[in-house]
């Protein structure tokens, strides 16, 4: 137990960041911005919290669809990386922050929760297509549906869901939708997933895929930090950065700051 005098500046000492530079879940090229703006992203969160940054290996090649799934073997190789990212870390040393990178950066931490775990999934999209029903064969839509499980699942700010998605999402049913300021998973224990582009457009300029519509970094910070004390944050991801303008990603400090506070 660390006994500084002065922790004003070290909200959760413990605290890990991987940043996960990864573009090939989202079928856009290397100079998309995707792995800088991943990498200027993390060095943000790393600063505004006090926490170690560690760069998790990634390639930068892509590679053929196989079975539907763009960049498939390269997309195996960087879940092998993250897998023993994540193994050489003890859970003694506190929760871990991921930086994507595109959505699919968070299978593999998603899939290390056990099912008691709840997910709540902060996107523009609902990642539930399957590689027979994706309209691009790009993995980030399918993370969910292949990272779920059997767990709950909110949907939080969900505002473009394909056809062969919706038969998942239903109030009876194991992926729900819940409005932002209104989320009350049924689960003690939540991980939260970030895809920038839960934010609205007008709000934060730097998201891979930008949808009319969302919510400003308030509302989704005041979201964030409402979760405490009825429920522990034992996880996070924020993916889908595009940019490493300084003065974009200071928007976005509020949002840092309240799962700094969640993130114990
Ligand atoms: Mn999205």
Same mark, same amino acid.
């Given at each position: 137990?660390? $006994?500084? *005098? !002065? %922790?004003?500046? +070290?909200?959760?000492?413990?605290m890990?960041?991987h940043?996960?530079?990864?573009? &090939?879940? #989202? ?30 290996? $990634?390639? *930068? !090649? %892509?590679?053929? +669809? ?12 960087? &879940?092998? #990386?993250q897998r023993?990212?994540l193994?050489?870390q003890?859970e003694?040393?506190g929760p871990v922050l991921t ?6 950066v968070d299978l593999v931490p998603v899939r290390r929760l056990g099912d008691d775990v709840a997910v709540l999934w902060f996107d523009?999209?609902?990642d ?15 993370v969910l549906r292949s990272a779920m499980g059997e767990r709950e699942v909110v949907l939080v ?17 194991q992926v729900r939708?819940a409005?932002?300021?209104?989320v009350a998973p049924r689960n003690h224990e939540v991980y939260l997933h970030i ?29 964030v930090?409402?979760l405490s004390p009825q429920w522990t944050v034992v996880g996070a991801a ?21 799962l700094?506070?969640v993130l114990k």
């Amino acid at each position: 137990m660390c $006994v500084c *005098a !002065d %922790t004003a500046h +070290t909200h959760t000492p413990a605290m890990r960041i991987h940043s996960v530079p990864q573009f &090939q879940g #989202a079928l856009v090229e290397a100079r998309s911005g995707l792995p800088s703006g991943c990498r200027a992203l993390a060095r943000l969160a790393g600063r505004v919290l006090g926490a170690e940054v560690t760069e998790v290996p $990634v390639s *930068a !090649d %892509t590679s053929p +669809t196989i079975g539907g799934i763009a960049n498939l073997d390269v997309l195996l190789e960087h &879940q092998e #990386a993250q897998r023993a990212a994540l193994s050489a870390q003890s859970e003694a040393e506190g929760p871990v922050l991921t930086i994507g990178g595109d959505c699919s950066v968070d299978l593999v931490p998603v899939r290390r929760l056990g099912d008691d775990v709840a997910v709540l999934w902060f996107d523009a999209h609902a990642d539930l297509n399957t590689p027979e029903s994706s309209p691009s064969g790009a993995f980030h839509g399918m993370v969910l549906r292949s990272a779920m499980g059997e767990r709950e699942v909110v949907l939080v700010g969900a505002r473009s869901i394909d056809d062969g998605e919706r038969p998942l999402i239903g109030e009876d049913k194991q992926v729900r939708l819940a409005e932002c300021g209104e989320v009350a998973p049924r689960n003690h224990e939540v991980y939260l997933h970030i895809d920038l582009d839960v934010l609205s457009p007008d709000e934060f300029n730097g998201m891979t895929y930008p949808e009319p519509g969302g919510l400003s970094v308030g509302e989704l910070a005041d979201q964030v930090r409402r979760l405490s004390p009825q429920w522990t944050v034992v996880g996070a991801a924020i993916t889908e950065c595009v940019t490493s303008d300084d003065a974009e990603l200071a928007k976005l400090v509020p949002l840092l700051e309240a799962l700094g506070e969640v993130l114990k």
